[in-house]
């Protein structure tokens, strides 16, 4: 019984320890930011160990913060790629102290792992190659549907009402570019995934002429910064950042850059003019999940 209650005890303080995000940083004077390779302009590596978009520029300047309230000369930034299967994981585990890739804010994520405000409002789409004669969901049926494996989109065409009674396959990349390719080598007919990543991966192609983005909205999901749950302390100092941000207008011009101005390496513009969507997550900041914009 003493040894259960010990053992007990034990598993508590760490994980007590673990949600103490601030005292460890602090005490370790790095910062891990779980980063994506490919996940559109939010969060997209440059070979190298160099991972820059959206989402990462916004994770430094919340870094910086981090290190001026802590009173720290120096804080480190440790680059660790996630991929949408261990994201979560990583972060509960406190292998990742703040997750800067894109990430849905949902109910379900809610109950392992908590969000700052939302600075990425996001609509699922379809992209598939402009020969392909596919304008609409209703087109979808008896074709093969890429998505990447770990992500919510392909149940979320399936949820759609337009889908009812279709009937499709799917095949699954590793990752977002792996998922590109299956539509480009003929693998897929189709490729379901957040409109800001299909864009940039279009961007991106060899002949970005061959392909579109089609039909209608499938959903609208929240992004946001994702860290350990149960940190308040943590969570308000990242959110105090980004508000702020929000506030002064330094996320706009992050945006602009970003989304409407040419980017590495291919100095390629994703061309995504700041939605109303995001303008109204932007003018009242909020963590609400993706349950709530589906309300009517």
Same mark, same amino acid.
């Given at each position: 019984m003493k040894k259960s209650l010990i053992a007990l005890c034990a598993a508590l303080t760490l994980g007590i320890a673990q949600a103490d995000t601030l005292s460890k940083i602090k005490s370790s004077g790095a910062v891990?930011?779980?980063?994506?390779?490919?996940?559109?302009?939010?969060?997209?590596?440059?070979?190298?160990?160099?991972?820059?978009?959206?989402?990462?520029?916004?994770?430094?300047? /919340?870094?910086?913060?981090?290190?001026?309230?802590?009173?720290?000369?120096?804080?480190?930034?440790?680059?660790?790629?996630?991929?949408?299967?261990?994201?979560?994981?990583? /972060?509960?585990?406190?292998?990742?102290?703040? *997750?800067?890739?894109?990430?849905?804010?949902?109910?379900?994520?809610?109950? $392992?792992?908590?969000?700052?405000?939302?600075?990425?409002? *996001?609509?699922?789409?379809?992209?598939?190659? /402009?020969?392909?004669?596919?304008?609409?969901?209703?087109?979808?049926?008896?074709?093969?549907?890429? #998505? #990447?494996?770990? #992500?919510?989109?392909?149940?979320?065409?399936?949820?759609?009402?337009?889908?009812?009674?279709?009937?499709? $396959?799917?095949?699954?990349?590793?990752?977002?570019?792996?998922?590109?390719?299956?539509? $480009?080598?003929?693998?897929?007919?189709?490729f379901v995934m957040d409109g800001q990543i299909l864009a940039g991966l279009i961007s991106k192609a060899k002949n970005p002429a061959d392909f579109r983005i089609v039909g209608e909205v499938l959903s609208v999901e929240p992004i946001a910064i994702m860290f350990r749950k149960d940190d308040p302390q943590f969570k308000k100092a990242v959110d105090a950042t980004v508000i702020g941000m929000m506030a002064s207008g330094e996320l706009a011009k992050i945006y602009d850059k970003w989304f409407l101005q040419p980017i590495p390496p291919a100095n390629t513009r994703v061309g995504l003019p700041l939605s109303e969507a995001n303008k109204a997550a932007w003018a009242t900041p909020n963590d609400k999940p993706m349950e709530d914009y589906a309300r009517k």
């Amino acid at each position: 019984m003493k040894k259960s209650l010990i053992a007990l005890c034990a598993a508590l303080t760490l994980g007590i320890a673990q949600a103490d995000t601030l005292s460890k940083i602090k005490s370790s004077g790095a910062v891990t930011m779980g980063v994506r390779e490919s996940s559109g302009a939010l969060s997209y590596t440059l070979g190298d160990g160099k991972y820059v978009g959206y989402h990462v520029e916004i994770c430094a300047r /919340v870094i910086q913060a981090l290190q001026k309230q802590l009173g720290l000369t120096a804080l480190a930034t440790r680059y660790q790629p996630v991929t949408s299967q261990n994201r979560i994981p990583l /972060v509960q585990n406190g292998t990742v102290d703040i *997750e800067c890739g894109s990430t849905t804010n949902n109910v379900a994520r809610q109950r $392992d792992v908590s969000f700052a405000v939302t600075t990425y409002v *996001e609509e699922v789409r379809i992209a598939t190659k /402009v020969n392909s004669g596919i304008t609409s969901i209703a087109q979808l049926n008896g074709k093969k549907v890429a #998505t #990447t494996t770990g #992500t919510t989109s392909v149940q979320t065409l399936r949820k759609n009402e337009r889908a009812s009674g279709m009937n499709f $396959d799917e095949v699954y990349g590793k990752d977002h570019a792996d998922s590109f390719l299956l539509m $480009d080598s003929g693998r897929a007919d189709a490729f379901v995934m957040d409109g800001q990543i299909l864009a940039g991966l279009i961007s991106k192609a060899k002949n970005p002429a061959d392909f579109r983005i089609v039909g209608e909205v499938l959903s609208v999901e929240p992004i946001a910064i994702m860290f350990r749950k149960d940190d308040p302390q943590f969570k308000k100092a990242v959110d105090a950042t980004v508000i702020g941000m929000m506030a002064s207008g330094e996320l706009a011009k992050i945006y602009d850059k970003w989304f409407l101005q040419p980017i590495p390496p291919a100095n390629t513009r994703v061309g995504l003019p700041l939605s109303e969507a995001n303008k109204a997550a932007w003018a009242t900041p909020n963590d609400k999940p993706m349950e709530d914009y589906a309300r009517k």
